[in-house]
């Protein structure tokens, strides 16, 4: 009742994801609640925690299991460039050091200091420079 019919679920993410609130703006905050905006709409919000594997076994951590491989095997020495909110408490930089940068060991990090697991919101205007950057190395 609370996620899907309240819509509860996107006030806790905007209070722990989102470092400054300041950039919640009205138009903002729409756009992230117009997306889901039905009691249908919100059924994958509903889904996907409870789908997030906490044991390393089941269907979901098998399917993991096998896109890590697969991004292993065929991305490994791509260019790869990622933004990792350092106050990130959903995936906190534990996850960027033994996951992702074991996976992509050549990656480029942008380390954003004061973002939290919505960098796209929290610091867009370090991130878009250093992504225009990186592809125009390329």
Known sequence: MLVQGLDAFKPLVFRIGIEHKERLTPTVRRAYRDVHAGWSERAAMLTFPREIPIQARGPVNEMNCEIEALLRRHFRFKPTRIAWGMKDRVLPPIYLDKLWLDT?????VTRIDDAG????EDAHERIVPALTRFVSEL
């Open 104 to 108: 992509f060991p050549g990656a480029e």
């Open 117 to 120: 697991h919505f960098v796209q």
